[in-house]
């Protein structure tokens, strides 16, 4: 929308400029142009500051939800090295047990 605004302001100027007789009308048409130019710049600054904070909070409520839900599986690999080395001295007792 903002853009939109922008070129639609760029057509009345340029018109108003190239309709200008006198260069009083001219510098009035190119001081009304800069002027809308510096308020779309401002309005751009702070729809992408806006985005910016957005995408701020939600990166962060995204590592905070990924932090919880890292425990479980860390557990079960901690789980998993330690169960794993008991079944294999099992398995090796019971199997040299068998071939006595």
Request: proline share 2%; charged share 20%; glycine share 4%.
């Amino acid at each position: 929308m903002a853009g939109q605004r922008f070129e639609e302001t760029q057509v009345v100027v340029k018109t108003q400029t190239q309709n200008a007789t006198t260069l009083a009308d001219k510098v009035m048409a190119t001081v009304l142009y800069f002027s809308q130019q510096q308020v779309y710049t401002i309005t751009t600054r702070k729809l992408v500051d806006e985005l910016t904070g957005s995408i701020e909070k939600f990166v962060r409520a995204e590592l905070s939800r990924f932090e919880g839900h890292k425990t479980l599986p860390l557990v079960l690999v901690i789980t998993l090295m330690m169960f794993v080395p008991v079944v294999a001295y099992v398995t090796l007792q019971a199997t040299t047990s068998m071939f006595r």
